[in-house]
């Protein structure tokens, strides 16, 4: 299979060489300094999915900015309502000695009308020598369709973040602060032909990891299919 897209080029090969299994390459210019190349497995049998995927990303402008990164990840259909998944990504900058780590679980249910999903995750991103950042994730949502035209939906996500900064000069000891945000959403949406109305209510705790920074916003929205 060989695609060109609009913006740049891009080749795509892939090949089935057993059931279930697939191997794939693909090679593209995302913008005219920017290269990227991936590789990638993923095997189905069953309920169970797994997959690899390896991606390079070449900066012509910036050598240092350029990036390596391995992708894993497992489903498993328990059944025809419960399904369960895991996954991780690492990053390697060439311009830093420290990488990004993302990894995360999560479970969805669906019982009748009924649908509930929770997750856990964490990430660690790439900073200064001596310094230590990384967020703990915990979210879960449960919707009800009432029926086949309108849904509700509740939301609760937490995030905490940890910062450890290294030891200063004349300094005995580094310091340590840990923020907590936290989100929590109501959706409502209606379906009509080929219209979909939403409407949100979304409140914030420590937006940002700011402490005492509390935000609250309503979202109206409206999607069209042709």
């Known amino acids: 299979e060989i695609r060109l897209s609009l913006v740049g080029s891009e ?5 089935s060489l057993i059931d279930g299994l697939t191997i794939g390459a693909g090679s593209g210019e995302v913008t005219t300094s920017q290269d990227e190349e991936s590789v990638w497995v993923k095997y189905v049998t069953g309920g169970i999915t797994v997959g690899w995927q390896r991606s390079e ?3 012509a402008a910036a050598a240092t900015a350029d990036t390596e990164s391995d992708h894993y990840g497992i489903s498993f259909a328990v059944n025809e309502d419960l399904t369960v998944s895991a996954g991780r990504q690492e990053v390697e900058f060439d311009g830093t000695s420290a990488d990004e780590v993302n990894s995360g679980f999560g479970a ?15 990430y660690q991103p790439a900073v200064a020598d001596g310094e230590i950042a990384y967020y703990e994730t915990q979210g879960y949502g449960i919707q009800f369709d009432v029926n086949d035209a309108l849904s509700v939906s509740y939301n609760k996500d937490k995030s905490n973040k940890v910062q450890r900064v290294a030891v200063a000069v004349a300094a005995t000891a580094g310091t340590t602060t840990e923020t907590e945000m ?8 209606y379906t009509t032909g080929g219209a979909t109305i939403g409407i949100a209510q979304v409140e914030v705790d ?21």
């Open 57 to 59: 990303v070449d900066f």
């Open 108 to 122: 969805s249910y669906t019982m009748g009308q009924f649908s509930v999903g929770y997750m856990e995750g964490g």
């Open 182 to 189: 936290e989100q929590t959403s109501i959706q409502l949406a």
């Open 206 to 226: 420590n937006s940002d990891y700011t402490a005492a920074k509390d935000e609250a916003q309503t979202m109206v929205t409206l999607a069209i299919a042709f």
């Open 11 to 15: 080749m795509c090969i892939r090949d």
